[in-house]
């Protein structure tokens, strides 16, 4: 089963719209980090927003909130205002286990083309 | 300017040949680590050092080799075990992963394309 799932390959959004892409995660540990990242066209990766499993609040990062639901096991990406330089691919991913122990790379899901259109 | 500075951008890699991509880090980091990313997808863990001198598995470890010699640099072989090597190459990496809380966040380098001739 995949860990980490994200339902749309591709949207289309109308510049200064709001936007929310859609994650959800599988996991047993109580411990773990959601992040999501955008990759644009030249192939870099690019943090945007952290949520820790023990955060009750959900993490904002200016234009970027995460709408966490950890009941659903959902963490959804939500852009506000929405400009033509937000269009990349964007990835959710997971990092499971309690800090200190255990593997400690990220579980990626396969992402979504964002197009903002004109 | 602190960050990850991975070379060549371009690689084409002939039949039967290892080649070894270059991770350079000056942030000062104990942890790096190897990613692949297929078109289309997202990226999977190759491997992962998380000190000097020490490196485990990740996901998709076959046909792949890395060492560990200096805190900086974490270079990446990719051999002739490896079929399918064509694949966007990202290395990463992140504070000590020994101190408790905090997000550990990783931060990317600009990437390696490789092709195969």
């Known amino acids: 089963a995949q860990k980490i799932t994200q339902t749309q390959p591709g949207m289309f959004v109308q510049e200064k719209e709001a936007v929310t892409l859609d994650c959800t995660y599988d996991?047993?540990?109580?411990?773990?980090?959601l992040f999501w990242y955008k990759q644009p066209s030249s192939g870099e990766m690019i943090f945007l927003i952290y949520?820790?499993?023990?955060?009750?609040q959900n993490a904002t990062e200016g234009r970027y909130s995460l709408n966490f639901q950890k009941a659903r096991k959902s963490a959804n990406l939500v852009i506000s205002a929405s400009q033509l330089g937000d269009s990349a691919m964007y990835f959710c991913?997971?990092?499971?286990?309690?800090?200190?122990?255990?593997?400690?790379?990220?579980?990626f899901g396969k992402g979504t083309h964002l197009i903002i259109q004109p | 300017d602190g960050g990850i500075t991975q070379s060549p951008k371009y690689l084409f890699r002939k039949e039967g040949q290892n080649v070894t991509l270059s991770c350079e880090q000056n942030?000062?980091?104990?942890?790096m680590y190897w990613y692949r990313q297929d078109p289309g997808q997202g990226l999977r863990l190759i491997y992962y050092?998380?000190?000097?001198?020490?490196?485990q598995k990740g996901d998709i470890a076959e046909g792949y080799s890395v060492s560990r010699e200096k805190k900086e640099s974490f270079p990446l072989t990719v051999t002739s075990a490896q079929k399918n090597p064509t694949a966007f190459y990202l290395c990463?990496?992140?504070?000590?992963?020994?101190?408790?809380?905090?997000?550990?966040?990783?931060?990317f380098g600009a990437g390696t394309r490789l092709s195969v001739l």
């Open positions: 990463a990496s992140s504070i000590d992963v020994w101190l408790a809380g905090g997000p550990r966040l990783q931060y």
């Open positions: 996991t047993s540990d109580q411990s773990y980090g």
């Open positions: 949520q820790g499993s023990y955060d009750e």
């Open positions: 991913a997971m990092r499971e286990g309690t800090p200190g122990g255990g593997a400690d790379g990220l579980t």
């Open positions: 942030l000062n980091h104990d942890a």
């Open positions: 050092s998380q000190i000097v001198n020490d490196f």
